[in-house]
Nanobody, 121 residues
């Protein structure tokens, strides 16, 4: 079955930066598009970024464009999210997900318990 190990979450002040990672196993990571999604307190799940299987194409939700960067290391089966200029609205649990396409996917399968990001002064 699919297994994921998250790291990098935590508490950060507004304007700060943080890098999340998701190490995955149980499927052929290098052949599939991947995404990051998040769920803020009291909100539904929001797709925020996707990357194609090779890592050369990416898309972002308007809410994070210009501030977040998605990347992957297929040799390590790991997905990354580099976050900067963080604000309190970025507070959420973040999950990595398998998606059917890298171009603004509308469906996704996310795994595990995610990693908590809290942006607060």
């Amino acid at each position: 079955e699919v297994q994921v190990v998250y790291s990098g979450g935590g508490l950060v002040q507004p304007g700060g930066y943080l890098t999340l990672s998701c190490a995955a196993s149980g499927f052929t990571f290098s052949t599939v598009a991947m995404s990051w999604v998040r769920q803020a307190p009291g909100k539904g799940v929001e797709w925020i970024s996707a990357i194609n299987s090779g890592g050369g194409s990416t898309t972002y939700a308007d809410s994070v464009k210009g501030r977040f960067t998605i990347a992957r290391d297929n040799a390590a089966s790991t997905l990354y999210l580099l976050m900067s200029s963080l604000n309190p609205e970025d507070t959420a649990v973040y999950y990595c997900a398998n998606t059917t396409t890298w171009y603004r996917p509308r469906d996704y399968n996310y795994w595990g318990q995610g990693t908590q990001v809290i942006v607060s002064s």
